[in-house]
Protein backbone atom coordinates (compact mmCIF):
# COMPACT_ATOMS: atom_id res chain seq x y z
CA UNK A 1 0.00 0.00 0.00
CA UNK A 2 1.84 3.37 -0.85
CA UNK A 3 1.95 5.84 1.88
CA UNK A 4 2.57 9.40 1.46
CA UNK A 5 3.13 12.15 4.29
CA UNK A 6 4.05 15.32 3.66
CA UNK A 7 5.81 17.52 6.78
CA UNK A 8 6.94 21.32 6.87
CA UNK A 9 4.04 23.49 6.29
CA UNK A 10 2.74 26.33 8.26
CA UNK A 11 2.31 30.39 8.26
CA UNK A 12 4.94 32.34 7.17
CA UNK A 13 5.45 35.81 6.11
CA UNK A 14 5.84 36.97 2.90
CA UNK A 15 9.83 36.80 1.94
CA UNK A 16 10.44 33.86 3.83
CA UNK A 17 11.02 29.96 3.49
CA UNK A 18 9.79 26.44 4.09
CA UNK A 19 11.41 23.30 3.18
CA UNK A 20 8.50 20.48 2.54
CA UNK A 21 9.24 16.75 2.93
CA UNK A 22 7.54 14.03 2.07
CA UNK A 23 8.02 10.20 3.06
CA UNK A 24 7.27 7.34 1.02
CA UNK A 25 6.82 4.07 1.59
CA UNK A 26 4.56 1.05 -0.45
CA UNK A 27 6.67 1.73 -3.67
CA UNK A 28 9.75 1.61 -5.26
CA UNK A 29 11.28 4.95 -4.55
CA UNK A 30 14.16 4.60 -6.48
CA UNK A 31 12.58 4.28 -9.51
CA UNK A 32 10.40 6.43 -9.25
CA UNK A 33 10.12 9.97 -10.22
CA UNK A 34 8.42 12.11 -7.60
CA UNK A 35 6.07 15.32 -7.81
CA UNK A 36 4.95 17.89 -5.92
CA UNK A 37 1.55 19.41 -6.31
CA UNK A 38 -0.17 22.01 -4.84
CA UNK A 39 -4.07 22.69 -4.90
CA UNK A 40 -4.98 26.26 -3.68
CA UNK A 41 -9.05 27.32 -2.34
CA UNK A 42 -11.33 27.01 -4.65
CA UNK A 43 -8.22 26.13 -7.47
CA UNK A 44 -7.24 22.48 -9.37
CA UNK A 45 -4.07 20.87 -8.39
CA UNK A 46 -1.39 22.17 -10.33
CA UNK A 47 2.09 20.54 -10.84
CA UNK A 48 4.77 22.49 -8.96
CA UNK A 49 7.67 20.45 -9.39
CA UNK A 50 9.16 17.02 -10.26
CA UNK A 51 12.72 15.19 -10.37
CA UNK A 52 13.80 12.24 -11.94
CA UNK A 53 14.16 9.11 -10.34
CA UNK A 54 18.38 9.70 -10.36
CA UNK A 55 17.45 13.15 -8.84
CA UNK A 56 19.42 13.95 -12.08
CA UNK A 57 16.61 16.40 -14.07
CA UNK A 58 14.22 18.62 -12.48
CA UNK A 59 11.23 20.82 -13.83
CA UNK A 60 9.42 23.35 -12.26
CA UNK A 61 6.45 25.65 -12.86
CA UNK A 62 7.06 29.37 -14.35
CA UNK A 63 4.78 30.27 -10.96
CA UNK A 64 7.72 29.16 -9.18
CA UNK A 65 10.94 28.79 -10.86
CA UNK A 66 14.18 29.99 -9.06
CA UNK A 67 12.45 30.45 -5.72
CA UNK A 68 11.70 26.64 -5.22
CA UNK A 69 14.18 23.67 -5.03
CA UNK A 70 13.22 19.96 -5.15
CA UNK A 71 15.52 17.23 -4.15
CA UNK A 72 15.69 13.67 -2.71
CA UNK A 73 17.49 10.97 -0.97
CA UNK A 74 16.73 7.88 -2.45
CA UNK A 75 18.38 6.57 0.57
CA UNK A 76 15.69 7.83 3.08
CA UNK A 77 12.76 7.14 0.13
CA UNK A 78 12.34 11.38 1.09
CA UNK A 79 11.70 14.00 -1.45
CA UNK A 80 12.16 17.21 -0.47
CA UNK A 81 10.59 21.24 -1.34
CA UNK A 82 12.40 24.12 -0.16
CA UNK A 83 10.56 27.44 -0.41
CA UNK A 84 12.13 30.68 -1.23
CA UNK A 85 11.32 33.88 -1.14
CA UNK A 86 7.48 32.85 -0.93
CA UNK A 87 4.57 35.41 -1.70
CA UNK A 88 1.10 35.69 -1.10
CA UNK A 89 -0.03 33.13 -3.84
CA UNK A 90 1.96 30.01 -3.04
CA UNK A 91 -0.53 29.59 -0.31
CA UNK A 92 -2.13 26.07 -0.62
CA UNK A 93 -1.82 22.71 0.15
CA UNK A 94 1.06 20.82 -0.91
CA UNK A 95 1.36 17.40 -1.85
CA UNK A 96 3.76 15.11 -2.82
CA UNK A 97 3.78 11.71 -4.86
CA UNK A 98 4.95 9.23 -7.80
CA UNK A 99 4.42 11.34 -10.79
CA UNK A 100 2.71 7.94 -12.09
CA UNK A 101 0.69 7.75 -9.93
CA UNK A 102 -0.19 11.33 -9.94
CA UNK A 103 -0.87 11.00 -13.76
CA UNK A 104 -3.91 8.51 -12.53
CA UNK A 105 -5.10 10.99 -9.79
CA UNK A 106 -4.51 7.82 -6.62
CA UNK A 107 -2.78 7.47 -4.27
CA UNK A 108 -2.46 11.25 -2.65
CA UNK A 109 -1.57 11.89 1.01
CA UNK A 110 -2.94 14.18 3.24
CA UNK A 111 -0.83 16.84 2.23
CA UNK A 112 0.46 19.79 4.13
CA UNK A 113 -1.02 23.35 4.20
CA UNK A 114 1.18 26.41 3.73
CA UNK A 115 0.23 29.81 4.40
CA UNK A 116 2.17 32.67 3.82
CA UNK A 117 0.44 35.99 4.97
CA UNK A 118 1.92 38.71 7.34
Known amino acids: QVQLVESGGGLVQPGGSLRLSCAAS????????MTWYRQAPGKERELVAL????????NYANSVKGRFTISRDNAKNTVYLQMNSLKPEDTAVYYC???????????WGQGTQVTVSS
Open 26 to 33: GLTFSISD
Open 51 to 58: ITSSGRFT
Open 97 to 107: NAAGWASLNKN
